[in-house]
């Protein structure tokens, strides 16, 4: 095991941040592993995982069984851990530009298209592309150089997962169950790590339309088979947001399950030699998250559910109602929120104070909404 922190100066006067990186194997391994949580620096379970993962790998790495280079970003935005404002921290948005840390992540299939001189390079062996491309993020990172903290910040957090080979990006919701956001072409190859998380919805999406982290490193590949279809290209590299659950979901025997199962699953790829736990039992089918409903309320009021997570609703149902604080009749009139699909529902709110546009709960049916558009985030 080894641990190295990377230095981050601040854009205000005597601000510092540090990105802890652990690494456990052995770098030269055939196959890179790549972990982080805390992206969205307000949603802790993901560290917590990681904590009870952490010592287990270390185990591994002493009784000699890791067949693969773990590397493990745990506490991966620093930046997000200050944003505490009246005794509440909100570690969602950058506080400088409001920018989602989630989004905005660059687009190399873009960036490498453009470049004829790389381009006139590639060939027929899927092999050689993949040093190609690899090679030309790495000499992008080292001659790029970051201006702000959070360019900085980004810019670790990239050179450390470029080249991995499985990219997991640990996040939570609202209130929820556990979930993954992941894309197509993983699926059915990656179908276990969905069984293993007891995943209740496996939303899949190529581009949501965001730049969302997970998207880049498996997207990268996709868009490069679609620009570029007359070479060669490897599969696209295993990349997935994993949901644990609501950001109050904070349980130390909780978390150390799922650092158990994200084990097995390692161990059910030969990752770690050794026997899974459990056995392997079948999680949810995958649906397109552009069947996911995100159900949303037009004025503001207090929510009163008329479903619990994991229900079960049809078209029509009555998820909320939403009783309007003002008008007429305030705190007594209740307006119904209606079901706008079928299928399980897997996030609601904590707070149950709600304004115009907010997501009161999300339902992953398997018909695609076109109400959905393009742009597939709930932001
Ligand atoms: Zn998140």
Redesign the pocket.
């Known amino acids: 095991m080894k641990l190295t922190h990377h230095n981050i100066q601040g854009d205000t006067p005597s601000s510092h941040f540090q990105i802890p990186v652990y690494e456990f194997g052995d770098k030269n391994a055939p196959c890179k592993i790549y972990l982080q949580a805390g992206?969205?620096a307000d949603?802790h379970p993901g560290m917590l995982v990681l904590n009870h993962l952490m010592d287990s790998l270390e185990a591994a790495e002493a009784a000699g069984t890791l067949n693969a280079y773990f590397v493990i970003l745990p506490v991966v935005n620093p930046l997000g851990l200050v944003h505490i404002t009246h005794h509440a921290h909100r570690g969602r948005y950058h506080l400088t530009n409001g920018l989602n840390y989630?989004r905005g992540w660059p687009d190399f299939a873009k960036m490498i298209v453009a470049d004829t001189s790389v381009c006139a390079k590639f060939g027929d062996d899927a092999a050689s592309n993949k040093k190609l491309v690899r090679d030309w993020i790495a000499n992008w990172l080292a001659t790029t150089t970051p201006i702000t903290a959070l360019e900085k910040q980004r810019h670790i957090v990239m050179r450390h997962c470029f080249d991995a080979d499985m990219v997991l990006d640990l996040?939570?919701d609202d209130m929820a169950l556990n979930h993954i956001y992941i894309v197509p072409q993983n699926i059915p190859r990656y179908q276990g790590l969905s069984d293993r998380l007891g995943s209740v919805a496996t939303l899949l999406a190529e581009d949501s339309g965001g730049g969302s982290f997970d998207e880049v490193w498996s997207g990268l590949w996709i868009s490069l088979q679609e620009a570029l279809p007359d070479h060669a290209w490897p599969e696209p590299v295993l990349s997935a947001t994993l949901e644990y659950r609501g950001q109050a979901d904070v349980y130390d025997d909780i978390a150390k399950q799922d650092a158990i199962n994200l084990y097995d699953f390692f161990c059910d790829e030969d990752l770690i030699a050794s026997a899974p736990s459990t056995p392997l039992m079948p999680a949810c089918a995958p649906t397109a998250l552009n069947a996911c409903e995100i159900v949303r309320v037009t004025s503001s009021g207090l929510i009163a559910y008329h479903v619990s997570l994991g229900d079960v609703v049809k078209t029509g149902d009555i998820i909320a109602d939403l009783i309007s604080l003002d008008g007429t009749a305030p705190a007594r009139e209740r307006t119904p929120i209606y079901a706008g699909t079928d299928g399980i529902v897997f996030s609601m709110l904590q707070s149950k104070y709600v304004w115009p546009g907010t997501s009161i709960a999300k339902i992953a049916g398997t018909s695609a909404l076109a109400s959905r558009g393009t742009y597939l985030l709930e932001d």
Request: glycine fraction near 0%; charge should be negative; charged fraction near 15%.
């Open positions: 992206m969205h949603e989630n996040h939570c």
